[in-house]
């Protein structure tokens, strides 16, 4: 009989195969790794590799793990990567506008700040800013990505024809 998990802080990629209805054992046999492997994974005795949550995105047809892994797991990213959600086309694109927008009106200070190649000291709080700006923009670029991806993983949006355009 599978055993159920009984810990409250669960991983993401664990939440996705409960979601799914998955017991470990079938998850396991889906992943091609041992139960054991996958219960030591999602109990956090084991970390997973950027294969395993490679793989898990795609069995699972969760694009978001691969973010998740690299914002929260991964050593290299930690840090470096902003945790995303998937959200709603129309407030991803509403985000970016509105960012976009600020960035207009900081366009100018940005090209002075940067003329030089130099940061002053009495230029670092508006550098930060609009760097901090920047990262906005990043972030929702990056949030606008995994919708892309997570539509292409469920068939909404055609993988090969979108590849297709993307390289032209």
């Not at 055993?3 to 470990?24: M, N, P, T, V």
């Not at 996958?38 to 793989?55: C, F, H, M, Q």
């Not at 709080?125 to 892309?148: E, G, P, S, Y």
Request: proline letters at 2%; glycine letters at 4%.
């Amino acid at each position: 009989m599978p055993r159920k998990s009984i810990s409250d802080k669960k991983f993401l990629f664990q939440l996705r195969r409960e979601e799914l209805g998955l017991s470990r054992e079938k998850a396991a046999i889906l992943l091609n790794i041992t139960p054991e492997r996958l219960e030591r994974i999602e109990t956090g005795k084991s970390r997973p590799s950027a294969e395993d949550i490679k793989v898990m995105a795609e069995k699972y047809n969760y694009p978001l793990l691969r973010n998740d892994y690299c914002a929260n797991i991964c050593d290299v990213g930690k840090g470096h990567f902003s945790s995303l959600r998937i959200e709603e086309l129309s407030q991803i694109v509403l985000s970016l506008l509105a960012s976009l927008n600020t960035m207009e009106q900081e366009k100018n200070r940005f090209i002075e700040i940067t003329v030089d190649g130099q940061i002053s000291d009495d230029e670092l709080d508006d550098f930060v800013k609009i760097q901090k700006k920047l990262k906005t923009i990043a972030t929702t670029v990056d949030t606008l990505q995994l919708w892309i991806d997570n539509m292409c993983s469920n068939g909404t949006i055609d993988i090969e024809k979108y590849h297709e355009k993307l390289n032209q």
